[in-house]
């Protein structure tokens, strides 16, 4: 038998590191500072209104396109030129015209509907509201509460409006077979953090023998629901300004919906759990939540892998650990869901996507 005398081992060479691999590496990151300004000026050009405007519009001046909006010209023309260097807008330097080709109108603008990516980018500006608070959490723990995101119900209600008014009552309520029969026929439905409740109403809408309750603790979220609700002249959809995690309804549903609702909650299994208490026997819940895996390696080739973490970091598991939550953190996951379904006592679990909403798996179970 060898043995090695340490005292002798000459140490091993260090490799010098690859000077191509740094330039490449600091170019992506030069793209990255690139990028993250392009997102930025998406989300105001969104919130402007200016995407909108450019795609009615001809080619136009920089004035032309301020008065279409009724927007201070000098910051429409700073706005145009981060659009134009960034390949969004086309610029004529003769005509000095400004022009959004139809296939970029087709993901930048409100009538793209789901496809619409402009307004996801305001999700990257909320998270800049938050950075000085979130590094002071990294030093000392805990977590953040919604008041803290004055934008976040607005954001969120437009996000998932966008996939609601296209596909919730075509194509994703039949994911549960028999529920659009069954909601034809009428039953009682609840919606676990409802938000400002479009779902909600748009359920209610397509299906006057059914009843629907949807819960949230957002008092400004309840009061935008509700308002819907009375514009769109229901009468079957109520709102309650309530905690779900103290909901301890018996048997009193025949459907449970949660859109994006488990993950940022501060007791995930005890929700879970509640609303198996809740459904009728033979009763279904619809779990729409973040599609990625439980483990991060999985998530390297994720395309949004990144922007998850990082909306995670910044707002949904800082909001769950603000209320002594788990922190699930919203790239929690397909493995874990389907464990905490299980542990909850949904047996019975399907799992589908839907087209236009690829950040989402749309788990459907049943009692
Ligand atoms: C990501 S948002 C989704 C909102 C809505 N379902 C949608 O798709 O637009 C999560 C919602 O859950 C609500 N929420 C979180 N924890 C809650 C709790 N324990 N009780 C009631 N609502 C809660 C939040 O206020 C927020 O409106």
Redo the contacts with the bound molecule.
């Keep these: 038998m060898t043995t090695i005398d340490l005292t002798t081992t000459e140490p091993t060479a260090v490799e010098p590191i690859d000077p191509e691999a740094v330039t490449a590496f600091a170019g992506r990151y030069l793209d990255i500072l690139n990028s993250a300004a392009i997102a930025m000026l998406t989300s105001v050009g969104h919130q402007t209104g200016l995407f909108a405007s450019l795609s009615e519009l001809p080619p136009a001046t920089s004035e032309q396109i301020a008065d279409a909006g009724d927007l201070d010209e000098r910051y429409v023309r700073e706005w145009l030129g981060g659009m134009t260097t960034a390949g969004v807008v086309h610029y004529d330097p003769v005509g000095r015209t400004y022009h959004l080709p139809r296939e970029h109108a087709a993901v930048l603008t409100p009538a793209a509907g789901p496809n619409n990516l402009a307004l996801l980018m305001q999700h990257i500006s909320m998270m800049g509201e938050v950075e000085q608070p979130i590094i002071e959490r990294f030093r000392r723990g805990g977590g953040l509460s919604?008041a803290d995101y004055p934008l976040f119900?607005r954001n969120?209600?437009e996000t998932?409006a966008a996939v609601h008014d296209a596909a919730l009552i075509d194509v994703i309520l039949p994911l549960a077979p028999d529920l659009p029969a069954r909601l034809a026929a009428g039953i009682d439905v609840a919606d676990i953090?409802?938000?400002?409740g479009h779902?909600v109403n748009l359920m209610a809408a397509a299906y006057p023998a059914s009843r629907f309750t949807g819960?949230?603790?957002?008092e400004p979220?309840i009061r935008q629901a509700r308002a819907e609700a009375e514009r769109m002249g229901l009468t079957n959809a109520t709102f309650e300004l309530?905690?779900?995690?103290a909901l301890d309804a018996r048997e009193a549903f025949d459907a449970v919906t949660a859109?994006?609702?488990i993950h940022?909650?501060?007791h995930p299994a005890t929700?879970l759990r509640n609303i198996r208490e809740a459904l009728r026997p033979g009763g279904v819940f619809l779990m729409v939540d973040i599609k990625a895996s439980s483990n991060v390696e999985d998530n390297i080739g994720l395309p949004w892998g990144s922007y998850l973490y990082a909306i995670s970091m910044f707002h949904c598991m800082s909001v769950s650990l603000g209320l002594d939550g788990d922190g699930l953190g919203t790239a929690w996951g397909g493995q874990l869901a389907r464990r905490m379904l299980a542990e909850a006592g949904f047996e019975d679990v399907a799992v589908a996507d839907v087209e236009s909403d690829p950040f989402n798996s749309y788990f459907v179970a049943t009692k």
Excluded: E, P
């Excluded at 953090?193 to 400002?196: I, L």
């Excluded at 819960?215 to 957002?218: A, M, Q």
């Design positions: 919604y119900h969120m209600a998932s953090g409802c938000g400002a779902a819960y949230d603790f957002s979220a309530f905690d779900v995690t859109f994006d609702a940022d909650q501060a929700v």
